[in-house]
């Protein structure tokens, strides 16, 4: 199919914004704009991030920093397809017999009550098939609390978007990484407030969930530990990473005990999927706003014994860009994956 129109994906995480516009042509996208809006005010006081679990996402003023990431970017589209973050959502691989179409779709709200902790009435419940053969049926089930969704509608129409969509992050990011992959990959979200990790067998989502350990952790205890302000800390978090200069090993030692938690976090969701179906991880992606710090990669790699990469879809050959930007989509595609996914289905 040829497509003319440019398309605005927006992802809207803890403490950033991340905004992608791409075109098409014959199917292969090509970057046209971006941005990236960075609230460090959280770093100072934690209640400063953009959301978090707790709903704690302040429409006027969200709407007034996406409205000007658009304009500095000069973004123009006025429809938009959005990222629903992990944390706000209930997820669940479902699994049951074959049955009728109307029969599995009662099925399957009797079972979403099962694993909903709120009133079917209080949020909107998407499923698709994500498998199936001669004796069973997985069901991906999505449950998006309601009070999440008009918060997001609000957002846009005070900055005259329409929202024609909106999507699962682990889903788009996804769809921007592991388009070719076969076999079971993971792709660990790292973000600001969050770190999500989701396994994937052929491309299509068998486990995630959220923990509250991420980048704004890491940069806390170095701030810490070396008694610097916030905003100096996460500089040197994002300069020295696991590879710090003769003299400065320091940075590195304050981090590894956090990492260590979320490798124990991801290490436990392994092992839970390897109980149920006998398979291994092959490959991990990981992304977010820590995922290029140097040395990172190759941390887990060691840890986990299987290749670990940087999940930079402009790294991966999957989106076409201008040459004049390599070095900037060097550093930041990892945090645009969610943002491109969107546009790729």
């Known amino acids: ?18 905004v992608v516009v791409l075109s098409f042509t014959k199917n292969q996208p090509k970057l046209e704009s971006y941005g990236i ?5 959280h770093l100072e006081r934690i209640n400063e991030a953009i959301q978090t679990s707790n709903f704690k996402i302040v429409e006027k003023t969200t709407a007034r920093y996406l409205g000007d990431l658009l304009k500095k970017s000069n973004i123009k589209n006025h429809e938009a397809i959005v990222a629903i973050p992990c944390f706000n959502t209930y997820t669940n691989v479902l699994e049951m017999p074959v049955l009728k179409p109307k029969d599995l779709e009662r099925a399957i709200y009797f079972q979403a009550k099962q694993y909903i902790p709120m009133a079917l009435s209080e949020v909107s419940i998407d499923w698709q098939i994500v498998y199936q053969d001669n004796s069973k049926i997985k069901v991906l089930l999505v449950a998006v609390p309601k009070e999440f969704v008009d918060r997001y509608l609000s957002i846009a129409k005070m900055i005259n978007v329409r929202i024609a969509k909106m999507e699962l992050e682990s889903l788009a990011g996804a769809r921007a990484l592991i388009a070719n992959e076969k076999g079971v990959v993971s792709i660990v979200d790292i973000g600001g407030r969050a770190t999500t990790i989701s396994i994937f067998e052929n491309k299509v989502l068998q486990a995630m969930r959220t923990i509250d350990v991420a980048g704004g952790d890491l940069t806390q205890v170095i701030a810490t530990g070396l008694n610097i302000i916030p905003v100096r800390a996460e500089e040197i978090k994002r300069l ?3 590879k710090p ?3 400065q090993e320091e940075v590195m030692k304050l981090m590894i005990p956090l990492l260590g938690v979320i490798e124990q976090e991801m290490q436990r969701e392994y092992n839970f999927f390897f109980k149920k179906t006998n398979k291994n991880i092959e490959k991990i992606y990981l992304t977010g706003g820590i995922a290029n710090l140097p040395g990172i990669c190759e941390y887990f790699s060691n840890d986990f014994k299987v290749p670990v990469f940087e999940g930079n879809p402009f790294e991966l050959g999957i989106i076409k860009f201008d040459k004049k930007l390599e070095p900037a989509v060097k550093e930041i595609g990892a945090s645009l994956s969610v ?6 289905k």
């Open 37 to 41: 809006l960075e609230n460090y005010a």
């Open 1 to 18: 199919m040829f497509l003319k129109k440019k398309y605005l994906g927006i992802d809207i995480g803890t403490t950033t914004i991340k």
């Open 240 to 242: 020295y990473g696991l």
């Open 339 to 344: 943002a491109c996914g969107l546009l790729m």
């Open 245 to 247: 200069p003769l003299g």
